[in-house]
């Protein structure tokens, strides 16, 4: 698994971090997602694919 995150259309609503917070995170100064690994651990790939999907802004891609 490998993800992606579109800064450009983050909205900073933060569900990503509340999922999967081993693997999101977001910058101080405007709550723009970051990623803390681009190749998340196995284990959280169902958190990883839940926050993909809940994204408001649809700024995460997961690719297999």
Same mark, same amino acid.
């Given at each position: 698994? &490998? /993800?992606?995150v579109? +800064?450009d259309s983050c @909205?900073g609503?933060? +569900?990503?971090? @509340?999922? %999967?917070?081993?693997v999101? !995170?977001q &910058? *101080?100064?405007?709550? @723009?997602? =970051? /990623? /803390? =690994? *681009? $190749?998340? *651990?196995?284990? !959280? %790939?169902? *958190?990883? $694919?839940?926050?993909a999907? @809940?994204?408001p %802004?649809?700024a995460i891609?997961?690719a297999?």
């Amino acid at each position: 698994m &490998r /993800l992606s995150v579109d +800064q450009d259309s983050c @909205i900073g609503s933060g +569900q990503c971090v @509340i999922t %999967a917070p081993e693997v999101f !995170d977001q &910058r *101080d100064e405007d709550g @723009i997602v =970051t /990623l /803390l =690994t *681009d $190749r998340p *651990d196995p284990g !959280d %790939a169902a *958190d990883v $694919r839940h926050a993909a999907a @809940i994204c408001p %802004a649809a700024a995460i891609s997961v690719a297999d």
